[in-house]
């Protein structure tokens, strides 16, 4: 009878009201789910690593038979939850006018299947993160809210879509300004007066449910560092042009797979996808009896950091290609943790070079950089590692690392989201898409 009578008073509020109330109630969601995703993933990840550890030969199995089982359980009800997620997203938004498109990108079915796609995923060790898919999540969940607001226009759906991502971020991370920065550098490319308002509200408020349930904490560990001074500049520069070169040679490699797979395993690929998908997950589990590549690579990461010693010199390229194998898959799966353990990786190279005061600090560079080179968001991903980190003491190095790797990362003439999103566009929609690649920007 309770809520009865408060659904009849939420009705009889003017449609502002209403709007906002949707909007804050959609937030507090998008937190709670995320927490849920994170919980769940770390779990499965941890039975994955528990049962490598007692039977060495464990990822040979359960990788190609969970892949299977994702793509079958992705052909049957997830259609839409493949990949990373914010492509999808950031398609979502240009064709916010047309709902019947926008909800085969956006939707509690997709969002439900990509919780459970990412948690098999990480639960049978492939390498893959969970936080770009939070953003489609988050954004669906946002998507859905909707319908409590009958009257809602193209702009009110853009704006809970953009909300939805920029929460998702905020709480998968706990780095509520990387959060709005990426929604306003990366999901959109203006935002207006209107939608920043609501869109810091539901941050504030997923990262308040976030913060609730899990406590004040970074995703990385704290990192005590030297500040600035001029001996970084060297390093720095290096570190970030060679996660430039590899950064962008990794999204050219996801978004041109057709000019560089040979034809034969292009047709099988297409023709024989289960079997595909068992070839990379034994590939991957190859890489990954040599060097600690599996899942998100957090756990490596921050053990690289809290001893500054760093990852062996063949973490990299292994890592490298198990992150792309995956991609291949078209399983669910975000690429936001694993570019920054590649990162940890491109900095790891470098520390026998240089002083053991920086070892940390050159780590850290190194991880914002290859987040900048992959996904061409080079704010965003210095405030990601400054936020992830506690790493406020290296602002001037982790900008300075994360322009110069993005440029660099230009002449692959590629920007993985956004081509993606065009590519999803192009699939659903008829009409030529409405995003603009930076790849054809002078």
């Given amino acids: 009878m309770q809520l009865k009578r408060l659904l009849v008073r939420f009705r009889d509020l003017p449609e502002r009201s209403r709007a906002t109330l949707v909007l804050w109630g959609g937030a507090a969601m998008v937190g709670l789910v995320a927490v849920l995703l994170a919980k769940a993933a770390e779990w499965a990840f941890a039975g994955f690593d528990a049962l490598t550890a007692r039977w060495w030969w464990w990822p040979l199995l359960s990788l190609p038979l969970g892949g299977m089982a994702i793509r079958w359980l992705m052909t049957r009800i997830g259609q839409g939850a493949e990949g990373s997620g914010i492509p999808q997203a950031m398609a979502a938004l240009e064709v916010a006018d047309r709902p019947e498109i926008a909800e085969r990108l956006l939707g509690l079915r997709i969002a439900a299947a990509k919780f459970v796609g990412i948690v098999l995923g ?22 859905a809210c909707r319908r409590f607001v009958p009257l809602a226009d193209a702009a009110f759906r853009r704006q809970l879509i953009l909300a939805g991502g920029a929460a998702g971020i905020a709480a998968a991370f706990n780095t509520p300004l990387a959060g709005i920065v990426f929604a306003f550098e990366e999901l959109a490319r203006s935002v207006e007066e209107r939608t920043s308002g609501k869109l810091i509200g539901a941050v504030i408020l997923a990262g308040v449910v976030a913060l609730a349930l899990l406590g004040n904490y970074t995703y990385f560990g704290q990192i005590n560092v030297p500040g600035f001074s001029y001996g970084i500049l060297l ?78 010199w063949y973490f990299l390229p292994l890592k490298f290609i198990g992150l792309l194998a995956t991609f291949l898959t078209g399983l669910p799966g975000g690429i936001f943790a694993p570019s920054l353990s590649l990162g940890a990786g ?91 690649s930076d790849k054809d920007k002078p």
């Fill in 235 to 312: 390093p720095t520069v290096l570190i970030a042009v060679v996660a430039g070169l590899v950064g962008g040679a990794f999204s050219w490699l996801c978004v041109h797979p057709q000019r560089w797979l040979p034809a034969p395993l292009l047709a099988w690929r297409l023709g024989h996808q289960y079997a595909f998908v068992a070839g990379c997950g034994v590939l991957i589990a190859g890489c990954g009896l040599i060097a600690p590549i599996f899942g998100s690579g957090a756990e490596a990461t921050s053990a690289a950091i809290a001893s500054g010693d760093g990852l062996a």
């Fill in 346 to 436: 491109v900095g790891s190279w470098f520390l026998p070079l240089f002083d053991p005061s920086l070892h940390v600090k050159l780590i850290a560079i190194g991880m914002a950089a290859m987040l900048a080179a992959v996904t061409r968001a080079p704010l965003t991903s210095a405030i990601i590692l400054m936020e992830m980190t506690g790493g406020q003491d290296m602002v001037i190095s982790t900008l300075a690392a994360t322009m110069i790797a993005a440029s660099v990362a230009r002449i692959f003439r590629t920007n993985l989201y956004h081509d993606l999103a065009e590519r999803a566009l192009r699939t659903l929609a008829p009409a030529p898409a409405a995003l603009v």
């Fill in 122 to 143: 990480l639960g049978s060790g492939f390498v893959l993160g969970r936080e770009g898919p939070t953003v489609q999540i988050g954004a669906s969940i946002m998507y």
